[in-house]
């Protein structure tokens, strides 16, 4: 069984790298240029033209897509993607998407996603789509960001955020498993503020919120699943093992 992870130098995919090298899976990343990140197998490829992409695939069980493609290039890159999946016989694609993005199909990021999702499930190539939360590593870069001289202003909003390592766990458990169109959800423990967040991110920061600018972060309420039994560790976890 040999993995490839597109996208294998982010935060997703570098984890998911780890998690299946940790699993004993042979495990290849596929970019256009060789990183010193990269300790696994490389192989060359470009999504959006698509050159070397069918030769990357040859001998590989499952490849995963866990890489950002900018919303004017992202349907041709999943169809160069496609192509070659099929011209190769691939036997499982795997695609991370973000949960809730049908109820937010107006924003172009994740428009351009739905319309990869159904790209995905119009082909011929056997897939698991996946969608996943926001991840932790996103809101601290948030949180980063959000700081005004000893405060931090952040809009109010509910997220239900998850480790990207929960997410990699998730991707690396579909390698030895039939695909299945579309995979349950992977969203965090917790249903939170952001303020909230931001608190216990920073203790001695004074935190206050200002209304949601724009519809983006209004619509955030429709990106938690309350109902669901999230996965991973909590955000106060996840703070303390980082800072271990």
């Known amino acids: 069984m040999r993995a490839l992870v597109i996208g294998g130098t982010g935060t997703l995919g570098t984890l998911t790298v780890g998690e299946l090298e940790r699993r ?10 060789r990183s010193p990140l990269i300790v696994a197998d490389w192989r060359a490829g ?3 033209t698509g ?12 490849v995963i897509h866990a890489a950002n493609v900018p919303p004017g290039e992202s349907a041709r890159a999943m169809a160069n993607l496609l192509a070659a999946a099929r011209e190769t016989r691939v036997p499982h694609l795997v695609y991370v998407s973000i949960a809730g993005i049908d109820l937010v199909a107006w924003f172009p990021y994740y428009r351009a996603k739905l319309d990869d999702e159904r790209a995905v499930q119009q082909s ?32 109010a909003v509910t997220l239900q955020p998850v480790a990207a390592a929960a ?33 216990e991110w920073n203790p001695l920061a004074a935190v206050t919120t200002e209304p949601p600018d724009g519809e983006l972060f209004r619509a955030f309420a429709a990106l938690t699943l309350p109902a669901r039994t999230g996965e991973g560790p909590t955000w106060g976890e996840w703070l303390r093992e980082r800072a271990v």
């Open 46 to 48: 470009d999504l959006v």
């Open 124 to 155: 011929r190539v056997p897939h698991t789509i996946v969608r996943a939360a926001q991840f932790f590593e996103l809101i601290e870069q948030v949180l980063h960001r959000c700081r005004r001289k000893g405060r931090i202003v952040v809009p």
């Open 167 to 199: 997410v990699a766990r998730r991707l690396a458990g579909l390698v030895t498993s039939p695909p299945v169109d579309r995979g349950a959800d992977v969203i965090g423990p917790e249903r939170r503020t952001l303020a909230s967040l931001a608190r």
């Open 51 to 62: 050159e070397g992409l069918a030769d990357a695939f040859h001998g590989v069980d499952v």
């Open 24 to 33: 004993g899976v042979p495990v290849g990343v596929l970019s256009r240029k």
